[in-house]
């Protein structure tokens, strides 16, 4: 698996994209519903093509750098997109089903007029959305599968993809196979699971990270600019939750049934007009009584 195209501009498709072309994957295409973000996308793969230095042809001496290497083309039409190898769908998950469908009609098209013989493999990169969303792709003969990395992703931040593991499905052995081998590429781990099993960890993530991060920005603002001195406990913390686990990190009034305490607190932040705070410090102290009862 060589050449590798994307539907999608969006931090996944950005950070995949990066990593590949590194890896010396070709990206032939990129297609993404606003073109000015999929032409930047193309702009920053093109620009880090690597470059082999040249004669210029008219200063002697003069060392001009040239890329080498296939460059990316921001795609007009997912037709475009059919002589690669692989199509990573990467689009909000709302927008996959479409997406899904109208690639389908390419596929239905491209064949019928005898165009290509040799199929993509399709895959989405979504933890929530099941298989079978691929399906009138798999009924026009393609390979599908999804390539779920269960990590935060974002445009602005590098990552190392060896960090990163990827929950892999495929319709059949020899479509696992070549995710499989994705994965070799970018040095990444991989565990196979079926959309049932995909799904339960996408919203066990949600609860570890994005609802963290909710919890993260009430307590910010509770500290107010001392927040850094939150570092040290919540870091350790974490590792105490991984290394024994959750119920063994746990501290705090609620856990030790300080009530004395738990009233001020809620006092202090109801004074303070922190309503939200006070909302859920009341709400998840409750659930902490509660399963700590139990
Ligand atoms: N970010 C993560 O941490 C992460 C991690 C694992 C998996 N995922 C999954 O990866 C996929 C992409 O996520 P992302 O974070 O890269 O999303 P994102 O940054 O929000 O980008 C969304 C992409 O979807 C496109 N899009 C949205 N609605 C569309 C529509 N109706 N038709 C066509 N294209 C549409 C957007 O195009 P425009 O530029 O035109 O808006 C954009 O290219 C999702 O399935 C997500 O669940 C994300």
Redesign the pocket.
């Known amino acids: 698996m060589n050449s590798i195209s994307f539907i ?7 950070r995949m994209a990066i990593a590949l072309q590194e890896k010396g994957c070709i990206i032939p295409h990129i297609w ?3 073109p000015a ?1 999929g032409a930047k996308l193309t702009r920053i793969l093109n620009s880090n093509l690597p470059a082999s230095t040249s004669r210029n042809a008219f200063g002697a001496g003069l060392l001009t750098p040239v890329p080498t290497g296939t460059p990316t083309v921001c795609a007009s039409s997912l037709t475009d997109l059919l002589d690669s190898d692989m199509i990573i769908i ?7 089903p ?2 899904s469908r109208a690639l389908a009609q390419q596929v239905h098209n491209a064949v019928l007029c005898g165009e290509n013989e040799h199929l993509p493999i399709i895959v ?6 099941d298989i079978s969303v691929l399906d009138s792709l798999k009924n026009e003969g393609c390979k599908c599968g999804v390539l ?8 602005s931040r590098s990552v190392d993809f060896k960090n990163v593991p990827f929950l892999l499905e495929a319709n059949d052995s020899k479509t696992m196979n070549a995710l499989k081998k994705f994965c070799h590429i970018l040095g990444s781990e991989h565990y196979e699971c079926d959309s049932h099993q995909r799904l339960m960890l996408h919203i066990a993530a949600v609860f570890s990270c994005n609802f963290t991060n909710y919890l993260l920005s009430l307590a910010f603002e509770t500290a107010g600019k001392e927040h850094s001195l939150l570092r040290p406990t919540t870091l350790e913390m974490i590792r105490k939750s991984f290394s024994q686990s959750p119920q063994a990190a746990l501290t705090g009034p609620a856990k030790r049934g300080d009530m004395m305490t738990i009233e001020k607190h809620i006092k202090t932040l109801e004074e303070a007009g922190m309503t939200e705070h006070s909302e859920v410090y009341r709400l998840l102290t409750h659930k902490i009584t509660e399963r700590n009862k139990r």
Do not use: C, F, Q, W
């Open positions: 999608g501009a969006g931090n996944v498709a950005h993404n519903r606003t973000k990467a689009v909000s998950d709302d927008a996959i479409e997406i989405h990169t979504s933890g929530a959305t779920y990395p269960l990590l935060t992703l974002s445009k």
